[in-house]
């Protein structure tokens, strides 16, 4: 198979992606949304906007909660994880539409940079979900699965980036095969697995903002201090 | 209707299943599938703090008991390929008798990893749905059946009959205007067009009616246009721990009638945090009620009467050491907690700060009904032992709080862990430090 079939069939599997994505949405809204008759109360900022904007931004905030605080290499990781995702579904439109980009070495390594350290998250999630009583409690072949389907993708995501200037992608270098193989496979798996949370979190997050904003919880002020 | 092995399944999993789908809206879904199972909320709960290697406390862990219902009937990988992530069903009795365990007998509904988890996962909600299944057809602990059962046919949940707690009411007048060697230190009660109508918890009937006699001299001190109803005035709700939005529903709207019927111009809930969210924040919905009236906590009140300079307060006369205990409904879920510290500096001398705090702040393990489940008291006084810490590294000797479900909790881990402190709450000592002029 050529690079250039590979890269085809990744624009229809992102093209499905999509369309599952759309159903998805239309199954969620079909749930009605509750009617809120409570009077706005507390000391925190009431606004909907405020309130909704810190349920969605929160993640963004290393001192934003106490799970984060207390576990800050946890999320450094997280950081760094979805950093990777960012960058390693970017190389792969770069690679195919923008491919000179890829004779610039910084960007090369900006890439390469940025995926070996979610690939190093990967191998530590896994040696986490592995390791960890609690987590093994409450994982299914799904989180096992998506966690190790990620990594390897990271894997050859990194180790195909030096291919993936215009005159090297013309020999055909199986990294970069296989990179396009797994993500097209990425692509289709996402959105019947947990990784498709990406897809709920600005809604779930909204709800959640609005209604502890409305009763004066978000924004979180103090706590610990 | 979930008809799946609908054959095999016992009737009540049936009824479970096909009631599920009707308590499903926006919000809950979008906790039902965004768990990615990161783990990061397991040690935000008191009740894994104080069971160290044992996974079954974990939120996430309890959270999958429900979750795996919705996934397997409501979620489409869930229905074909069950396995893959998780997806499971019930089909028995005794299946039903497991997940209240967890529902009830493993969690408080605190919400402390609904604010701790990055994916915004509100489990305290979807744990109460799970509990309103499980109560609609019958299966719920002993405590929780007779407590909803005096609420739903006495009107309050305690099982107060009307003539002691207007005995109270007469009782705690005639204390007061003795006290005060002024007649007119009376409750009024049912008076008509007043500024605030003021509502109780039963336990302030039954085991504090000095708290009742306080808020009567603070009312006093301040000259307020008030009365207490007759009827309607048991503003605690049973409904928010039980799941049971029909008695939710029906409690709430009680107190606003009576309220509208009375024409007050402003609903007071005394200090429960429970009361206070079931009536000012859950109620509304529901009862499905548009609120006429203006609703505060007593607490507002309070500081409020001290910032307009209606009553005088001399901090001096309560000069121990204190400390203070959030409640979990004000703070985690009505953003209660400036206000009381407010005051508490505005009537104590010496306060210390519980770390953490506000909304942060631990469980008092006696929330989300535990005091009313007997049968998990061994449990919940074990979690307690985080609260305990928290509580002695202040160095207090009095802890304060603006929940009557916290000082049961409270008291009861005092006892438990042999601390030397006491509870007491906002009213008592705004009514010490009370100036009469």
């Known amino acids: ?61 290393p001192l934003g909660m106490e799970s984060f605080r207390k576990h800050w290499f946890l999320y450094l990781q997280f950081v760094v994880f979805h950093l990777g995702v960012v960058a390693a579904i970017t190389m792969s439109f770069v690679i195919a539409d923008f491919a000179g980009l890829m004779n610039h070495r910084w960007v090369v390594l900006t890439f390469q940079i940025l995926i070996w350290g979610a690939f190093a998250v990967g191998i530590l999630r896994i040696i986490r979900r592995v390791g960890s009583k609690y987590l093994r409690a409450i994982s299914s072949p799904d989180d096992y699965f998506s966690l190790v389907l990620l990594t390897v993708w990271f894997g050859l995501a990194a180790s195909a980036a030096p291919y993936g200037r215009p005159d090297l992608q013309a020999a055909g270098n199986t990294l970069l095969i296989a990179y396009y193989v797994v993500q097209t496979f990425f692509l289709l798996y996402v959105p019947f697995s947990k990784i498709s949370h990406y897809l709920y979190y600005p809604f779930t997050r909204y709800y959640l903002g609005k209604s502890l904003g409305r009763r004066g919880v978000y924004p979180m002020e103090g706590g610990s201090a | ?36 199972h990161c783990g990061l909320c397991t040690d935000s709960c008191h009740y894994v703090l104080a069971n160290p290697g044992d996974p079954t406390y974990a939120p996430a862990y309890k959270a999958d008991k429900i979750r795996k219902l919705f996934k397997r009937h409501f979620d489409w990988t869930g229905k074909v390929f069950p396995k893959w992530v998780k997806a499971g069903t019930v089909m028995t009795d005794e299946e039903l008798e497991e997940l209240k365990d967890t529902v009830f007998g493993k969690c408080t509904n605190c919400r402390r990893c609904t604010l701790n988890c990055p994916m915004g996962v509100d489990f305290a909600t979807f744990n109460r749905m799970a509990r309103g299944l499980l109560v609609s057809v019958g299966v719920m602990p002993e405590g929780v059946a007779t407590v909803s059962k005096d609420q739903w046919e006495i009107g ?19 204390e007061v205007s003795e006290e005060l060697g002024d007649p007119a230190a009376v409750i009024p009660v049912d008076k008509m067009d007043a500024d605030i109508v003021y509502t109780i918890n039963p336990r302030e009937v039954k085991y504090d009616p000095r708290s009742i006699a306080d808020a009567l001299k603070v009312f006093h001190a301040a000259k307020a246009n008030w009365t207490m109803p007759s009827e309607g005035w048991d503003m605690t709700n049973f409904g928010l721990f039980s799941g049971d939005d029909d008695l939710g529903g029906a409690v709430a709207r009680r107190v606003y009638e009576k309220t509208i019927e009375l024409r007050g111009k402003c609903l007071v809930m005394s200090e ?65 907690t400036e206000e009381p510290r407010e005051l508490l500096q505005l009537v104590c001398e010496n306060f210390q700060e519980m770390v953490p705090n506000r909304a942060e702040n631990f469980c008092c393990t006696g929330g989300g009904g535990a005091m009313s489940m007997t049968e998990y008291t061994p449990r919940r006084l074990k979690s307690a032992v985080i609260k305990a810490d928290q509580m002695k590294a202040t160095g207090a000797k009095i802890v304060v709080t603006t929940c009557h479900n916290c000082v049961d909790g409270l008291n009861d881990l005092i006892r438990h862990y042999k601390l030397d402190m006491k509870v007491t709450q906002l009213v008592n000592l705004v009514a010490n430090a009370l100036v009469w002029e």
């Open chain 1, 1 to 61: 198979m050529s690079l250039h079939t590979v890269q085809i069939i990744h624009y229809v599997a992102l093209g499905v992606m999509t369309l599952v994505y759309v159903l998805r949405l239309r199954w969620f809204f079909r749930f009605p949304a509750a009617k809120e008759r409570q009077p706005p109360s507390g000391t925190g900022s009431v606004k909907p906007t405020a309130s909704i904007f810190y349920s969605w931004f929160n993640v963004a905030n």
């Open chain 2, 156 to 174: 309050n949940q305690m099982g107060v009959l009307p003539e002691d707690y207007l005995d109270t009411l007469e009782w705690m007048s005639e």
């Open chain 2, 272 to 336: 429960c945090g429970h009361g206070y969210r079931s009536t000012r924040c859950e109620g509304p919905n529901w009862a499905k009620f548009d609120i006429p009236f203006e609703m505060e906590s007593s607490v507002d009140t309070m500081l409020r009467y001290i910032k307009e300079g209606r009553i005088k307060v001399d901090k001096s006369k309560n000069p121990d050491l204190v400390t203070f205990h959030d409640s979990c409904n004000n703070a985690r879920s009505c953003g209660l």
């Open chain 2, 1 to 36: 209707m979930i008809s799946q092995n609908s054959e095999t399944r016992s009737h009540k999993a049936q009824m479970v299943l096909d009631r599920f789908e009707k308590k499903l809206n926006r919000q809950m879904v979008g906790s039902l599938v965004s768990c990615v």
